[in-house]
Protein backbone atom coordinates (compact mmCIF):
# COMPACT_ATOMS: atom_id res chain seq x y z
CA UNK A 1 0.00 0.00 0.00
CA UNK A 2 1.43 3.46 -1.17
CA UNK A 3 -0.72 6.66 -0.90
CA UNK A 4 0.70 9.10 -3.30
CA UNK A 5 0.14 12.08 -1.15
CA UNK A 6 -0.55 13.10 2.35
CA UNK A 7 -4.31 12.84 3.44
CA UNK A 8 -6.11 16.10 4.20
CA UNK A 9 -7.19 15.28 7.66
CA UNK A 10 -4.76 13.99 10.37
CA UNK A 11 -7.00 14.93 13.48
CA UNK A 12 -7.00 11.65 14.98
CA UNK A 13 -9.46 11.51 17.58
CA UNK A 14 -9.65 8.13 19.12
CA UNK A 15 -7.15 5.35 19.83
CA UNK A 16 -8.94 1.77 19.99
CA UNK A 17 -7.00 -1.27 21.81
CA UNK A 18 -8.54 -5.09 21.83
CA UNK A 19 -8.38 -6.42 25.27
CA UNK A 20 -9.26 -9.88 26.32
CA UNK A 21 -10.72 -8.97 29.89
CA UNK A 22 -12.83 -5.31 29.63
CA UNK A 23 -13.55 -4.83 32.89
CA UNK A 24 -9.64 -5.38 34.18
CA UNK A 25 -8.56 -3.00 31.03
CA UNK A 26 -10.78 -0.75 32.02
CA UNK A 27 -9.60 -0.75 36.16
CA UNK A 28 -5.58 -0.62 34.45
CA UNK A 29 -6.56 2.76 32.44
CA UNK A 30 -8.60 4.07 35.23
CA UNK A 31 -5.69 3.35 38.38
CA UNK A 32 -2.52 3.80 36.12
CA UNK A 33 -3.83 6.59 33.59
CA UNK A 34 -6.60 8.16 35.90
CA UNK A 35 -8.89 8.08 32.32
CA UNK A 36 -12.16 7.83 33.16
CA UNK A 37 -15.43 6.95 33.31
CA UNK A 38 -15.71 4.60 30.54
CA UNK A 39 -18.84 4.06 28.83
CA UNK A 40 -19.73 0.71 28.57
CA UNK A 41 -21.61 -0.57 25.55
CA UNK A 42 -22.81 -4.72 25.30
CA UNK A 43 -22.71 -4.62 21.37
CA UNK A 44 -22.58 -2.24 18.79
CA UNK A 45 -25.89 -1.60 16.72
CA UNK A 46 -24.18 -1.90 13.25
CA UNK A 47 -26.37 -2.20 9.93
CA UNK A 48 -25.75 -3.34 6.68
CA UNK A 49 -22.56 -4.63 7.53
CA UNK A 50 -19.51 -5.68 5.08
CA UNK A 51 -16.41 -7.45 5.94
CA UNK A 52 -13.92 -7.38 3.02
CA UNK A 53 -17.02 -6.98 0.99
CA UNK A 54 -18.82 -9.52 2.43
CA UNK A 55 -22.10 -9.13 3.54
CA UNK A 56 -21.91 -9.19 7.57
CA UNK A 57 -23.20 -8.49 10.74
CA UNK A 58 -20.51 -6.68 13.26
CA UNK A 59 -18.97 -8.79 15.53
CA UNK A 60 -20.39 -9.37 18.85
CA UNK A 61 -18.32 -6.98 21.34
CA UNK A 62 -18.72 -5.47 24.67
CA UNK A 63 -16.90 -1.69 24.20
CA UNK A 64 -15.84 1.06 26.34
CA UNK A 65 -15.10 5.04 25.80
CA UNK A 66 -13.51 7.44 27.39
CA UNK A 67 -12.08 10.74 27.10
CA UNK A 68 -8.47 11.41 28.25
CA UNK A 69 -8.12 15.52 27.59
CA UNK A 70 -9.12 15.72 23.98
CA UNK A 71 -8.38 11.97 23.15
CA UNK A 72 -11.04 9.04 23.36
CA UNK A 73 -10.18 5.92 24.51
CA UNK A 74 -11.15 2.94 23.08
CA UNK A 75 -11.19 -0.72 24.68
CA UNK A 76 -13.36 -3.12 22.54
CA UNK A 77 -13.60 -6.92 23.77
CA UNK A 78 -14.87 -9.70 21.32
CA UNK A 79 -15.31 -12.77 23.35
CA UNK A 80 -15.78 -15.59 20.38
CA UNK A 81 -13.98 -16.36 17.55
CA UNK A 82 -16.39 -15.06 14.88
CA UNK A 83 -14.68 -13.23 11.83
CA UNK A 84 -14.38 -10.05 11.93
CA UNK A 85 -12.73 -6.35 11.79
CA UNK A 86 -11.23 -7.36 14.96
CA UNK A 87 -10.46 -10.79 14.57
CA UNK A 88 -8.70 -9.68 11.44
CA UNK A 89 -5.46 -8.31 13.30
CA UNK A 90 -5.99 -10.48 17.17
CA UNK A 91 -7.02 -13.98 18.23
CA UNK A 92 -9.05 -14.49 20.82
CA UNK A 93 -6.75 -13.50 24.33
CA UNK A 94 -4.59 -10.99 22.31
CA UNK A 95 -4.19 -7.24 22.94
CA UNK A 96 -3.27 -4.66 21.48
CA UNK A 97 -3.45 -1.25 18.98
CA UNK A 98 -6.19 -1.48 16.90
CA UNK A 99 -6.65 1.45 15.51
CA UNK A 100 -6.66 5.14 15.34
CA UNK A 101 -9.99 7.26 14.19
CA UNK A 102 -11.34 10.19 12.30
CA UNK A 103 -14.54 12.22 12.60
CA UNK A 104 -14.21 12.76 8.44
CA UNK A 105 -15.22 16.21 6.97
CA UNK A 106 -15.83 14.22 4.26
CA UNK A 107 -16.45 10.59 4.38
CA UNK A 108 -16.58 9.04 0.97
CA UNK A 109 -13.52 10.91 -0.23
CA UNK A 110 -11.37 10.52 2.70
CA UNK A 111 -12.38 6.35 2.37
CA UNK A 112 -11.46 6.31 -1.56
CA UNK A 113 -8.36 8.18 -0.77
CA UNK A 114 -7.33 5.60 1.19
CA UNK A 115 -8.83 2.90 -1.49
CA UNK A 116 -6.81 4.70 -3.80
CA UNK A 117 -3.58 4.40 -2.11
CA UNK A 118 -3.94 0.96 -1.71
CA UNK A 119 -5.55 0.24 1.17
CA UNK A 120 -8.46 -2.59 1.97
CA UNK A 121 -11.59 -1.74 3.30
CA UNK A 122 -11.96 -4.00 6.01
CA UNK A 123 -15.38 -3.29 7.40
CA UNK A 124 -17.94 -0.89 6.28
CA UNK A 125 -21.46 0.03 7.69
CA UNK A 126 -23.81 2.22 9.60
CA UNK A 127 -24.14 2.89 13.22
CA UNK A 128 -27.18 5.14 13.69
CA UNK A 129 -27.56 7.30 10.79
CA UNK A 130 -24.05 7.73 9.93
CA UNK A 131 -21.54 5.50 8.03
CA UNK A 132 -18.79 3.76 9.61
CA UNK A 133 -15.43 2.02 8.35
CA UNK A 134 -12.02 0.35 9.06
CA UNK A 135 -9.46 0.71 6.29
CA UNK A 136 -6.51 -1.81 6.43
CA UNK A 137 -3.69 0.30 6.86
CA UNK A 138 -1.55 -2.26 9.02
CA UNK A 139 1.01 -2.78 5.91
CA UNK A 140 2.43 0.44 6.61
CA UNK A 141 1.09 1.89 9.71
CA UNK A 142 0.57 -1.52 12.20
CA UNK A 143 -3.22 -0.57 12.87
CA UNK A 144 -6.15 0.57 10.96
CA UNK A 145 -8.29 3.21 10.39
CA UNK A 146 -11.95 4.06 11.70
CA UNK A 147 -13.50 6.57 9.93
CA UNK A 148 -16.40 8.36 10.88
CA UNK A 149 -19.39 10.17 9.12
CA UNK A 150 -19.95 13.11 11.29
CA UNK A 151 -23.86 13.43 12.80
CA UNK A 152 -25.23 15.49 15.38
CA UNK A 153 -26.05 12.28 17.25
CA UNK A 154 -22.62 11.23 17.66
CA UNK A 155 -21.32 14.66 18.26
CA UNK A 156 -23.83 14.79 20.95
CA UNK A 157 -22.58 11.14 22.64
CA UNK A 158 -18.89 12.16 22.68
CA UNK A 159 -19.86 15.55 24.07
CA UNK A 160 -21.53 13.67 27.06
CA UNK A 161 -18.52 11.24 27.40
CA UNK A 162 -16.16 14.53 27.33
CA UNK A 163 -17.87 16.11 29.86
CA UNK A 164 -18.32 13.17 32.20
CA UNK A 165 -14.55 12.87 31.94
CA UNK A 166 -13.90 16.49 32.78
CA UNK A 167 -16.42 16.14 35.97
CA UNK A 168 -14.82 12.76 36.60
CA UNK A 169 -14.50 12.09 40.39
CA UNK A 170 -12.48 9.16 39.91
CA UNK A 171 -14.94 6.64 42.18
CA UNK A 172 -16.60 4.54 39.67
CA UNK A 173 -14.90 4.23 36.31
CA UNK A 174 -17.89 2.41 34.49
CA UNK A 175 -20.92 4.17 33.74
CA UNK A 176 -23.60 3.23 31.03
CA UNK A 177 -24.73 5.44 28.13
Known sequence: MTIAAPLVNQN?????????????????WSRTAGVGPFFWFDGVDCVDGRHRGVPAAFPGVTAAIAYAGDLQVELVCQD??????FRDMFDR????????ALVCTDYESERDAYL????ELAFEGRVGNSRTCWVDTTPTLGFMIELLEPSPVRAKGFA??????????????????
Open 160 to 177: AMRAAAESWDGVDPITRF
Open 116 to 119: RGGA
Open 80 to 85: NDDPGV
Open 93 to 100: GQSGLHHM
Open 12 to 28: FMQVCWVVPDLRAAIEN
